[in-house]
């Protein structure tokens, strides 16, 4: 008996789709105007991936490499495949002293 949700993946044309769900803060928060929000991705879609869709669609290109995502609570290499129950979080860069 179907719930009434709606699944993070599905199929569309082109291939599977997942939605990922991001959050946003500091400057990032800022430039997007968003807490956070769902994007849809390709299956198999990398963190970098989905940084540079994030950016893409904030027309934010030119700050690519100063952008650090988190999964599920864990600062992750780039190469890390996405999965459609990951909560994804998108950081400047961090400085100290």
Not at 7 to 18: C, E, F, T
Not at 25 to 30: L, P
Not at 32 to 46: A, F, H, N
Not at 61 to 68: P, Y
Request: overall charge positive; aromatic content about 6%; proline content about 5%.
């Amino acid at each position: 008996m179907p719930s009434g949700r709606q699944s993070a993946v599905g199929r569309h044309i082109g291939g599977i789709k997942m939605r990922i769900r991001v959050k946003y803060f500091a400057s990032i928060r800022e430039w997007t105007g968003l807490k956070e929000e769902e994007i849809e991705v390709p299956e198999k879609c990398t963190a970098d991936d989905l940084r540079k869709k994030v950016l893409s669609l904030h027309n934010k290109l030119e700050l690519e490499g100063n952008i650090l995502v988190a999964v599920n609570g864990s600062f992750v290499d780039l190469n890390k495949v996405l999965n459609p129950q990951d909560e994804v979080a998108l950081f400047p860069p961090v400085s100290g002293g």
